[in-house]
Nanobody
Framework: QVQLVESGGGLVQAGGSLRLSCAAS????????MGWFRQAPGKDREFVAG????????YYADSVKGRFTISRDNANNTVFLQMNSLKPEDTAAYYC????????????????WGQGTQVTVSS
């Protein structure tokens, strides 16, 4: 099984940037599609971005399209989320997730999750 650990969260002013990293254990990382989800207090967990096992296709929520970029480095078992032009509405705990099924916007399809990293964007 794959284990995931997120890092890179923090406090940033609106308009700033952060890069999140998700480090995966195991030797089967390249067989998993990967996704980033986020959850703000009082809200449901929502899809942010996804990437297929070899990085050939990427998917984004409309709310982050054009501002966020997901990428992966299979040689180092890592997936990234580059976040630019951050808004206060982006404030949430961000979670990395892995699926052996198709990459979708539904959290149910992801069997493995990290512990999360907090992103706070001030006005």
């Amino acid at each position: 099984q794959v284990q995931l650990v997120e890092s890179g969260g923090g406090l940033v002013q609106a308009g700033g940037s952060l890069r999140l990293s998700c480090a995966a254990s195991g030797r089967t990382f390249s067989t998993y599609g990967m996704g980033w989800f986020r959850q703000a207090p009082g809200k449901d967990r929502e899809f942010v971005a996804g990437i297929t096992r070899r990085g050939s296709r990427t998917y984004y929520a409309d709310s982050v399209k054009g501002r966020f970029t997901i990428s992966r480095d299979n040689a180092n078992n890592t997936v990234f989320l580059q976040m630019n032009s951050l808004k206060p509405e982006d404030t949430a705990a961000y979670y990395c997730a892995a699926t052996r099924q198709l990459v979708t916007t539904t959290a149910y399809n992801y069997a493995y999750w990290g512990q999360g990293t907090q992103v706070t964007v001030s006005s």
